[in-house]
């Protein structure tokens, strides 16, 4: 996904205040659920996933599963 893109410093794959945050993502919801919320502390939006168990509510990037991410960069964040 990202192998053709110039990649320096950082490289967001989520980003909640995107307007699209979960573009590149597939989402798995059973007994749970996936919102946007604003966060109280942070004062910002925040992704909130929820489920009763968690393989049972999660997201996975890339969504084709037959693809791949294609970071070159040294270090992962999270």
Same mark, same amino acid.
Request: net charge positive; proline share 5%; glycine share 6%.
């Given at each position: 996904?990202?192998?053709?893109?110039?990649?320096?410093?950082?490289l967001s794959?989520?980003?909640? !205040?995107? #307007?699209?945050? *979960?573009? &590149?993502?597939?989402?798995? @919801?059973?007994?749970?659920? /996936?919102?946007?919320?604003? $966060?109280?502390? !942070?004062? #910002?939006?925040? *992704?909130? &996933?929820?489920?009763?168990? @968690?393989?049972?509510?999660? /997201?996975?990037?890339?969504? $084709?599963?037959?693809?791949?991410?294609?970071?070159?960069?040294?270090?992962?964040?999270?």
């Open positions: 996904m990202f192998k053709n893109t110039f990649q320096s410093g950082f794959i989520l980003y909640s !205040i995107g #307007s699209k945050p *979960l573009q &590149i993502w597939d989402k798995k @919801v059973r007994n749970g659920h /996936i919102k946007r919320i604003t $966060d109280n502390d !942070i004062q #910002s939006l925040v *992704l909130e &996933i929820v489920g009763t168990n @968690v393989s049972t509510t999660y /997201i996975t990037c890339p969504a $084709d599963p037959k693809k791949t991410l294609g970071i070159k960069l040294p270090f992962l964040v999270m």
